[in-house]
């Protein structure tokens, strides 16, 4: 390969590169999704797409997310049976010892995915079933993942 070809793939690359880091963190900034219900995934809740079928999860995606005042979690599921899926979501939540940031609670047909978590606690599970988690990054000073209850 002669030199010219080089440095044009070199350059092709580092595009890519810096392009596909830019997508990444482009997410805007929201203050926590709370969702107590199938009625709450909503797009003030920060719902891009779906229906909540399982070939058609609610998505969740691309926020940049953390609580607000005394809020303990930056993203609260609980009592739900409608699929959702939280991808590419940027979550902090490091001011609240007694919060995460994500608790999924009482649900059903959930998936994490493609998402960093940098908060005290990271990911709750409780007495849930169907919750998945993949290519995901926790950085935590407390507990990475908690799963706790008969369902989970």
């Given at each position: 390969?002669n030199?010219?070809?080089?440095r044009?793939?070199?350059?092709?690359?580092?595009?890519?590169?810096?392009?596909?880091?830019?997508?990444?963190s482009?997410?805007?900034?929201?203050?926590?999704i709370?969702?107590?219900g199938?009625?709450?995934?909503?797009?003030?809740?920060?719902?891009?797409?779906?229906?909540?079928?399982?070939?058609?999860?609610?998505v969740?995606?691309?926020?940049?997310?953390?609580?607000?005042?005394d809020?303990?979690?930056?993203?609260?599921?609980?009592n739900?049976?409608?699929?959702?899926?939280?991808?590419?979501?940027?979550?902090s939540?490091?001011?609240?010892?007694?919060?995460?940031?994500?608790?999924?609670?009482?649900?059903?047909?959930?998936?994490i995915?493609a998402c960093?978590?940098?908060?005290?606690?990271?990911?709750?599970?409780?007495?849930?079933?169907?919750?998945?988690?993949?290519?995901t990054?926790?950085?935590?000073?407390?507990?990475?993942?908690?799963?706790?209850?008969?369902?989970?």
């Amino acid at each position: 390969m002669n030199v010219l070809k080089k440095r044009a793939l070199t350059l092709s690359i580092l595009l890519v590169a810096v392009l596909g880091l830019s997508l990444v963190s482009a997410g805007e900034s929201r203050g926590p999704i709370v969702i107590l219900g199938d009625s709450g995934f909503t797009e003030a809740n920060g719902v891009v797409s779906g229906s909540g079928s399982e070939d058609d999860p609610y998505v969740i995606s691309g926020w940049e997310v953390a609580p607000v005042g005394d809020e303990p979690y930056a993203v609260h599921i609980e009592n739900t049976s409608a699929y959702f899926m939280l991808r590419a979501l940027d979550v902090s939540n490091e001011n609240n010892l007694d919060g995460a940031g994500i608790r999924i609670a009482f649900s059903q047909g959930g998936r994490i995915e493609a998402c960093t978590i940098t908060a005290t606690n990271g990911v709750q599970i409780i007495s849930s079933t169907g919750i998945e988690m993949a290519e995901t990054f926790i950085y935590t000073n407390g507990i990475g993942l908690r799963v706790l209850g008969d369902k989970a």
